[in-house]
């Protein structure tokens, strides 16, 4: 069997929904984050590459330890920048070619409104005054074929629908 992992830039919600309907394991990256980080995101301070770069590691490490017993991952992650999606891909030499990322295609408007109401509910650290901060540091590099989900209109089933259509996954079992 081969062991992929895919990187849903979505909130845990489509992660952990993607991941049941895979039968794979889930990992949210927030969980992984220090307590010092999530204070920071709390006071709507944006992480420096010094609060990011362990947080990642750390997520790498998970991964590797999934990847070697053979285990699909879906990780729902923001992996904003190459470099970022670069320290996730090394999880694992062997399996670069089979990490793949999902990215939301909405307006900042329609995702600020979305955490804003996450954040009201307790499910997320970071208020939506963080999501510009986010979208800056977004880069998107059409060579990694990095799928885009309308995560605008869709519902989340409708998403995970989508997800599970996009040709990696045929080609990831």
Not at 24 to 47: T, V, W
Not at 56 to 77: H, I, M, P, Q, Y
Not at 98 to 121: H, N, S
Request: some cysteine; overall charge negative; charged content about 25%.
């Amino acid at each position: 069997m081969n062991s992929h992992i895919l990187s849903v830039c979505f909130n845990s919600t489509i992660g952990e929904m993607l991941a049941k309907v895979l039968n794979n394991s889930f990992l949210d990256a927030n969980d992984f984050h220090s307590q010092s980080n999530k204070e920071k995101m709390h006071q709507g301070i944006p992480l420096s590459e010094e609060d990011r770069i362990p947080w990642l590691e750390s997520l790498r490490d998970a991964l590797r330890e999934r990847l070697a017993g053979g285990k699909t991952v879906v990780l729902s992650c923001s992996s904003l920048q190459k470099k970022y999606r670069e320290i996730l891909r090394s999880s694992d030499s062997n399996f670069v070619s089979a990490v793949k990322f999902v990215l939301p295609d909405a307006k900042a408007e329609v995702l600020a409104e979305r955490l804003k109401k996450r954040a009201e509910e307790g499910k997320h650290f970071m208020p939506a005054t963080l999501l510009q901060s986010q979208i800056d540091l977004l880069q998107i590099d059409d060579s990694e074929g990095t799928f885009k989900v309308d995560a605008a209109t869709l519902s989340p089933r409708a998403i995970v629908n989508d997800i599970k259509s996009y040709d990696f996954m045929i080609n990831s079992t």
